[in-house]
């Protein structure tokens, strides 16, 4: 398959290489599931046994969720939860301030809610800092509250849950983030990290917080149950609260594989029914016009979301999110726009002080390493996963405070991040951390900048080295320009819900001609691809037309191309037809 692709870079400064794929097992996949070549080729590509193909292009939660009690500390979190529903207990919530803690704490909000539990929520603003605090707790301790429920947070909240415990709290954590070997003397610890856990289920690993929650309530539903307490009760529907689940599974970035794609693919039917009025009203106001898909999800409403954490009001994406009123969703959702747009603003300010700072002097070591004192917290990780994209580096980009620097980092293949953060947290050099393994978030003394800085520029030499390092793109499969059809898109689409550890399918159109290009909207180009044998396939690529690639395909020069790019449906304007959507391409 890889005959012809030789190793000089693309255009777009990248190298092509396919995916490895066992031919064998690609046919076996074709002829058990009746899937065209390409299709059976993705898949076997993506590590999929034959004997999963089904679960994977149909994934079902009945087969996909284990019993709940599967994961350590499950049964004692939903006995007490059941128990503090039951005798109507006060329950506190603390939360965090992204999209997956948005959506994890208003799942479990909801469902206390439809029990006849009204809970008290604490979601910190990032002054406060991440997690759980002495400050959530004592206005807790003011409302009479002694059982709280963390989620998102807590794996590591030594200090805080000591005191907690000493002021006579019961707590219950409900968490994927990694653990330590110790875990906090409290109440119940729910989370498939943590060291202990040795369940038949490898991929619960993969599951956002929002996930552990909602496996968490059909655990204390089935108590409730068996309890008899909806024979005076009316039980809640658990499936409606999926598109809240879907959510936040896929902006926190989790692998979709498993049970998150029964999540994701069933969250996103309950979405299109528009149950959930602050949903509907995020929906309305962020212009999505057809039923929303994971992408709508990932690039429209998170960061929305996530704008009112990073630069708004904390609280008010689970406040939208549990809104019963219309008209109070309308504004809570037009203000998330007003947010985003500040969030966009700031964004631009410190991206482009980053680039100036790494540009204007030649750097040590095999990262982007910046910091600057006026640079607001709520963008650092945002600007530095546009680092991470524009230099193909490990990037830590740090907001130096009155009291601390706060830092957040975004990861390539091949550096483990929350590694990184855990070693630096053992020698010293930061107060605080964690992570996963492309993305973590951390704290330390500004006198200790440089030694962090050195650390982590050694810590990656010596898992990357000093050569530069070319981007890679992988490409899952060739196709000709007359097999680019309508049905062929609709059988891709059996591999979605597309995101983290399944991307959207990559493919490789060879010796095509750049037809009638043109500059369309903000930079875009679009044209046509037309093929030696005839035939044309209507093309675009996005924010390209400044850059080597976008003034070629404007000026081709009758030459032909390699171009690599994705196929998806056009259905705009009623049309049923297929487009290509250009991300690469090489002069033949």
Same mark, same amino acid.
């Given at each position: 398959m890889s005959e012809g692709l030789d190793t000089d870079k693309s255009l777009g400064g990248n190298l092509w290489r396919f995916r490895p794929v066992d031919e064998r097992q690609t046919e076996l996949i074709s002829q058990r599931y009746n899937l065209p070549y390409?299709?059976?080729?993705?898949?076997?590509?993506?590590?999929?046994?034959?004997?999963? +193909?089904?679960?994977?292009?149909? &994934? %079902?939660?009945?087969?996909?969720?284990? $019993?709940?009690?599967? @994961? !350590?500390? #499950?049964?004692?979190?939903?006995?007490?939860?059941?128990?503090?529903?039951?005798?109507?207990?006060?329950?506190?919530?603390?939360?965090?301030?992204?999209?997956?803690?948005?959506?994890?704490?208003?799942?479990?909000?909801?469902?206390?809610?439809?029990?006849?539990?009204?809970?008290?929520?604490?979601?910190?603003?990032?002054?406060?800092?991440?997690?759980?605090?002495?400050?959530?707790?004592?206005?807790?301790?003011?409302?009479?509250?002694?059982?709280?429920?963390?989620?998102?947070?807590?794996?590591?909240?030594?200090?805080?849950?000591?005191?907690?415990?000493?002021?006579?709290?019961?707590?219950?954590?409900?968490?994927?983030?990694?653990?330590?070997?110790?875990?906090?003397? +409290?109440?119940?610890?729910?989370? &498939? %990290?943590?060291?202990?856990?040795?369940? $038949?289920?490898?991929? @619960? !690993?993969? #599951?956002?917080?929002?996930?552990?929650?909602?496996?968490?309530?059909?655990?204390?539903?089935?108590e409730l149950r068996q309890t008899g307490f909806y024979q005076t009760h009316t039980e809640p529907k658990l499936m409606d609260m999926l598109d809240l689940v879907a959510l936040g599974t896929v902006c926190d970035v989790v692998p979709l594989l498993g049970l998150n794609r029964a999540f994701v693919r069933q969250g996103l039917k309950v979405m299109s029914l528009r149950r959930n009025i602050g949903l509907k009203a995020l929906i309305d106001s962020s212009g999505i016009s057809e039923a929303p898909e994971a992408f709508h999800l990932g690039y429209v409403l998170g960061p929305r979301i996530n704008a009112c954490g990073r630069v708004g009001e904390a609280a008010l994406g689970n406040r939208l999110l549990c809104s019963h009123n219309e008209q109070e969703a309308a504004l809570l959702a037009a203000k998330l726009n007003d947010f985003n747009a500040q969030r966009k603003e700031i964004e631009g300010y410190v991206l482009l002080k980053a680039i100036e700072m790494l540009e204007s002097q030649p750097q040590e070591y095999p990262i982007a390493f910046v910091a600057g004192h006026d640079w607001h917290q709520g963008v650092i990780g945002i600007v530095a996963g546009k680092l991470k994209e524009r230099y193909n580096l490990p990037s830590f980009v740090m907001s130096v405070e009155a009291d601390e620097v706060k830092g957040s980092a975004r990861s390539i293949p091949g550096v483990d991040l929350g590694a990184l953060v855990m070693a630096a947290k053992e020698k010293g050099l930061l107060t605080k951390g964690g992570g996963h393994t492309m993305a973590a978030g951390f704290s330390l003394e500004e006198s200790k900048l440089e030694d962090f800085r050195r650390f982590a520029g050694e810590y990656v030499r010596d898992r990357l080295g000093d050569e530069d390092i070319t981007p890679i793109i992988e490409l899952d499969g060739q196709l000709d320009l007359a097999g680019a059809t309508v049905s062929l898109a609709d059988k891709l689409a059996l591999l979605e819900p597309y995101g983290a550890g399944n991307s959207e399918p990559r493919l490789l159109l060879r010796r095509v001609r750049i037809n009638k290009p043109s500059i369309v909207g903000s930079g875009h180009i679009r044209c046509f691809l037309g093929g030696d044998n005839g035939g044309s396939l209507k093309a675009m690529a996005f924010r390209i037309a400044d850059t080597e690639l976008g003034k070629t395909l404007l000026n081709p020069s009758g030459s032909l191309f390699d171009v690599v790019g994705i196929l998806r449906k056009d259905n705009w304007q009623g049309r049923n037809s297929v487009q290509f959507m250009i991300e690469d391409a090489k002069r033949i």
């Open positions: 390409l299709v059976a080729q993705i898949i076997s590509s993506r590590g999929i046994p034959v004997d999963s +193909v089904l679960s994977f292009i149909d &994934p %079902k939660l009945q087969t996909l969720m284990p $019993d709940p009690y599967c @994961l !350590k500390d #499950m049964k004692i979190a939903a006995q007490r939860l059941a128990k503090a529903i039951s005798t109507s207990e006060k329950i506190g919530i603390i939360g965090d301030y992204d999209v997956d803690g948005a959506t994890s704490t208003s799942v479990l909000r909801k469902f206390l809610e439809a029990n006849g539990i009204i809970p008290s929520v604490h979601i910190p603003e990032r002054e406060e800092g991440y997690g759980p605090s002495r400050q959530a707790f004592d206005e807790f301790k003011v409302q009479g509250i002694n059982l709280v429920v963390t989620v998102d947070c807590g794996t590591t909240a030594f200090d805080v849950f000591d005191y907690a415990v000493s002021e006579g709290f019961e707590v219950i954590v409900l968490d994927h983030h990694e653990a330590e070997v110790m875990l906090p003397k +409290v109440c119940a610890v729910v989370n &498939p %990290k943590r060291l202990d856990e040795q369940n $038949d289920y490898d991929y @619960l !690993k993969y #599951m956002a917080a929002v996930g552990v929650v909602f496996m968490t309530i059909v655990a204390i539903n089935r």
